[in-house]
Every structure is written in C-alpha cells, then in structure tokens.
C-alpha cells in the first residue's frame, strides 16, 4: 500500500471512527417566550441530554432574532434575585440531562429583532465545548407556564414575568 493509500485510509477510518458528537446532545422539549409584545429581551428554555460517555459544556448561544444571545441564570445576593450572565457556560455531564427552565440557567434573548409571536419559531444556535453546533427551531410559547419545581419568574431586569 502506498503513503497515499495509507494515509487516505487512516482518513477514511477516522471519519467513520468519529461520530458526529453533536448526535450525542439532545435537546428536548425546547421553548422561548418574553414578557409582552413590546418586551425587548426573550428567554429560550429546554433539557439538553448527554447520551454519550464524555463530560461536555454549553458554552454560547446565538440567534438571529436577538442582537445579544448570553447564557445567564439566577444567583441570590444579599437576599435579592439576580440575573446574571455565566461566561463559562453550563456543564453537561456525561449521561445526565441538564434543565435549562425559569428561574434558573436559561439562553437571555436581548434586543430582541422583532417581537416574540405565540406559535412562531426562532433559530437558536446553541455551541458546545466537544459537540461544536447545534441549531434548533424554538417554538414561541407564551401561555407555558412553569412545570412543577421550576422556578417562579424570570426576574427582574430583563423585562420578564409570569
């Protein structure tokens, strides 16, 4: 077998040998909404499900119906709620599903490109550190209220409520 040969192999091999990893994330049951129709910031919920054996990380998110997309959850200081923005992203361990909900981690929609419609999807672009990118279509649902357990409220700051 000549160089080329080997080396077209090797790069065949490798090709078959490394799934696309992106197919080891699943996002479930994802789902965007803002506080009104004149609400100038948005929010994406979703699970993100590792299937496979590696650790992973969200770490940005991107969207073309918002001028900023952050990742960003909720912390308590000196007794109030704030939101803020996690610049190293959220860890998705290998085998478990991470919830991304109200009141907790979330993807913060801001300046927003036009208003949040029920029934209408937005392209959202979620990276991840191993995975690379995925791009998804989120539903718009404005009438979803939060599941059992989840937190109550968006916070304030980013125009959102229940």
């Known amino acids: 077998m000549s160089l080329r040969s080997t080396a077209l ?8 040998a490394t799934p696309a990893t ?22 994406a919920f979703m699970l993100i499900e ?14 073309p119906a918002a001028q900023k997309v952050e990742l ?19 860890p998705v361990p ?3 599903t991470v919830f991304l909900q109200r009141g907790g981690n979330h993807v913060m929609l801001m300046g927003l490109t036009e208003p949040f419609e029920q029934g ?7 990276t991840f550190e191993t ?5 998804i279509e989120v539903p718009v649902d404005l009438d979803r209220k939060p599941e ?12 959102q409520s229940d």
């Open 72 to 90: 960003h959850t909720h912390r308590e200081e000196g007794g109030v709620m704030k939101m803020i923005h996690v610049e190293e992203g959220f």
């Open 148 to 159: 059992h357990g989840q937190g109550h409220g968006h916070g304030k700051g980013h125009g």
């Open 9 to 16: 192999a090797a790069l065949a091999a490798l090709a078959l």
């Open 120 to 126: 209408k999807t937005i392209p959202l672009t979620l």
């Open 94 to 96: 290998a085998g478990e």
């Open 22 to 43: 992106a197919q080891e994330i699943h996002i479930l049951d994802p789902y965007a909404r803002s506080a009104s129709p004149i609400a100038k910031s948005g929010a």
């Open 50 to 63: 590792n299937i496979g054996d590696a650790d992973d990380r969200l770490i940005g998110a991107a969207s």
């Open 131 to 135: 995975s690379g990118e995925i791009v």
